[in-house]
């Protein structure tokens, strides 16, 4: 089973906009992550969001989780360019397991 | 800030040899991770490990991979006779799962490169 579908695949604003990201998932999670990967380098974590929590908010950051709908979307508000990277779901299912079911990301481009 | 160290930051090698790629997980972490990304795709999990032994490995974590920890700080991935398609960037993390702490720490990465 796939885990962490996200959508769009790319994105280009304009800085100070808001970007949303979403992503959707097929099995039961105990938690969902967001990571953010700048081309070419490792993945740092930006916030993990459990299944009981329905929002959670981070800095610039807001994760919303609908387990109902098996969705989740990321919020960056007031866009820098900085921000521009890819942004990835993972997945953790819990009960034993801490293996994390990343989707393909989405490309994010934050146009100075 | 403590952070996961990989060594190399890129291996090149030809089919056929072996090839260590090494981590140095955050100190106070009890569980370690490979992960793998082929260009252009998916990162995806490989295998996990704690208290000295593979935890959950997936499919692709096949007889050619092994995974060990030969002192308390480094953690390293070993694949005995590297195929073309094993090429990629292989990500080492770490998490404090001990605590019920799911986040887990990536590192910046090998980019390993088969000939």
């Known amino acids: 089973s796939q885990q962490g579908e996200e959508d769009p695949q790319a994105l280009s604003i304009q800085e100070g906009e808001n970007a949303t990201m979403n992503c959707s998932y097929k099995?039961?999670?105990?938690?969902l992550q967001w990571y953010r990967q700048n081309s070419g380098r490792g993945l740092v974590h930006l916030i993990l969001?459990?299944?009981?929590?329905r929002e959670k908010h981070s800095g610039r950051l807001r994760v919303t989780l609908d387990t109902s709908k098996k969705s989740s979307s990321l919020l960056i508000t007031a866009s820098r360019a900085a921000d521009t990277a890819s942004y990835f779901c993972?997945?953790?299912?819990?009960?034993?397991?801490?293996?994390?079911?990343f989707g393909k990301g989405t490309k994010l481009s934050v146009i100075p | 800030e403590p952070e996961v160290t990989q060594t190399p930051s890129h291996q090149v090698t030809q089919m056929g040899q072996e090839v260590i790629l090494r981590c140095v997980p955050i100190?106070?972490?009890?569980?370690f991770y490979w992960y793998r990304q082929i260009l252009g795709q998916k990162v995806e999990f490989l295998v996990s490990?704690?208290?000295?032994?593979?935890?959950?490995k997936s499919e692709i974590f096949d007889d050619q991979f092994s995974v060990e920890r030969p002192d308390g700080s480094n953690f390293t991935l070993k694949i005995r006779s590297t195929k073309l398609e094993d090429s990629a960037m292989y990500f080492c993390?770490?998490?404090?799962?001990?605590?019920?702490?799911?986040?887990?720490?990536f590192g910046p990465g090998t980019r390993l490169t088969v000939t």
């Open positions: 993390a770490s998490s404090d799962a001990a605590r019920a702490s799911y986040e887990q720490y």
């Open positions: 993972a997945g953790g299912s819990g009960a034993g397991s801490y293996q994390l079911t």
């Open positions: 100190s106070n972490h009890l569980y």
């Open positions: 490990f704690y208290n000295n032994e593979i935890s959950e």
């Open positions: 969001i459990r299944s009981n929590e």
């Open positions: 099995t039961s999670i105990n938690n």
